[in-house]
Every structure is written in structure tokens, then in C-alpha cells.
């Protein structure tokens, strides 16, 4: 079956201006993750869903970043006034239910803030 | 907190060498979850495996195997006869059941080369 999506896989924009990065998940995957990859880094943690709602955001860097899964599947992770450290790879994962399961990457959307 | 050390940054090797990565973690869990996960040069992390902390048992599957040892907290991963293909970054990852996210705390990852 299909696996985890996301787009764009790139995306380079300016300083201050502001970016949607969008995650589909594995079809029945009630669980889904947003992960920051810096470069030569493991993966950080960004927030967590578990449906609809956000059940541990407590990984977001600033209140300049939000994300939401309205619907329960697709997710979109949204970032204001960008600035240059926030360059890096966002990754999207994920799992059947969560605890402690198995999550599934996507590709990742790469940024890039000029 | 949890956390999980990949002290190896990056090992080179010939073409069909053994090779052991290290991982070593903390946590105060009880139950626990441990994963290994590839990163080819493509980018995309693709799993490899996952052990609970209740299963000490090591693991085999082709040319990989896993040793997980409670008492020194330690989850090695040895890829046997080494392919050019197994060249990227091995990340090793840490869950702890007791969070409401299962989110996953990653080591820094060790870069290996396997050279023809």
C-alpha cells in the first residue's frame, strides 16, 4: 500500500514570510508525528496527533509554529515569519494507534529560508 | 529524561566486513520501546526494527542482527558480510510507553561507508 506522504519536497522561501508543509499518512494510521531534522542530526520531535487532535505539542519550538489534522488524516504543519534557523528537513511519520509502535517516515519536505 | 547515545559518528569499511554500531540509552521506563531506523543517502528514514523492553532476545534477519541488553542499556545492530548498499545513516531510537505521545527520541546517528 501506499506510504507515508508529504509535499513540497522542497521548499526554499524568504525571511518573514510564512510556509505550509503538508503530511498524508498511512490509510487507518490514527497516529501521526511531525519530526525537525537539522543537518547531521538525528531527528526532534516535533508534535504529535492522535486524530483530530494534538495530544503533545509540547516539541514545538515557539508559537511561530502550528500544525493541525482536521479531518484526522492529512496534516499541515505551518510556520510564521520564518527565519533562517528554520532550515532543515521536517519529517512526517506514521503509526497505527501510537504507544509505542512502529512509525513510517515520509520523505520529508525539505526548507529552506533565505 | 530519555536519551540515546550513538557514539560512533561515522566507520568505514571494506566490502564484506562485519560491522557493529553501537547504541546505548536512558530512561526510567520500565517498559520501553527500542527501534532502528536507516537513512540512505535518498533521505528517507526506512525502519528496521523494533524490541520492547521485555524481550531481551537477540535478533536475526539476513544479514543483520541485534544484541539488546538490558543491563549495560545497550541496542547494538551488526550488519554480517558487508554490502555496498548498507552504506548510509543507522539511527537508533528510543520510546518510553509512559508519555502520551510514544514520541521518538533519536540518537545522533553514525555514518557508515562500506567501501568496494
Known amino acids: 500500500g501506499a506510504g507515508v506522504s508529504q509535499t513540497p519536497s522542497n521548499k526554499v522561501t524568504e525571511k518573514g514570510k510564512y510556509v505550509e508543509l503538508r503530511c498524508d499518512p498511512i490509510s487507518g494510521h490514527t497516529a501521526l508525528y511531525w519530526y525537525r531534522q537539522s543537518l547531521g542530526q538525528g531527528p526532534e520531535f516535533l508534535i504529535y496527533f492522535q486524530g483530530t487532535g494534538a495530544a503533545d505539542d509540547s516539541g514545538l519550538p515557539n508559537d511561530r509554529f502550528f500544525a493541525v489534522r482536521p479531518e484526522g488524516s492529512v496534516s499541515t504543519l505551518k510556520i510564521q515569519r520564518t527565519e533562517r534557523g528554520d532550515s532543515a528537513v521536517y519529517l512526517c511519520?506514521?503509526?497505527?494507534?501510537?504507544?509505542?509502535?512502529?512509525?513510517?517516515f515520509g520523505p520529508g519536505t525539505r526548507l529552506l529560508v533565505l | 529524561a530519555q536519551k540515546v547515545t550513538q557514539a560512533q559518528t561515522e566507520i568505514s569499511v571494506v566490502e564484506k566486513e562485519d560491522v557493529t554500531l553501537d547504541c546505548v540509552y536512558e530512561?526510567?521506563?520500565?517498559?520501553?520501546?527500542l527501534f532502528w531506523y536507516k537513512q540512505p543517502p535518498s533521505g528517507e528514514l526506512v525502519f528496521l526494527i523494533r524490541r520492547n523492553s521485555f524481550d531481551e532476545q537477540n535478533e536475526i534477519s539476513g544479514r543483520y542482527s541485534w544484541n539488546f541488553q538490558k543491563s549495560t542499556s545497550s541496542f547494538n545492530f551488526t550488519i554480517t558480510a558487508s554490502q555496498v548498499v548498507d552504506s548510509a545513516v543507522y539511527f537508533c531510537a528510543l520510546s518510553e510507553s509512559n508519555r502520551i505521545s510514544s514520541r521518538l527520541t533519536f540518537g545522533e546517528g553514525t555514518q557508515l561507508t562500506v567501501n568496494p
Open positions: 530512561t526510567r521506563d520500565t517498559t520501553y520501546y
Open positions: 511519520a506514521s503509526s497505527l494507534m501510537g504507544r509505542g509502535e512502529t512509525q513510517y
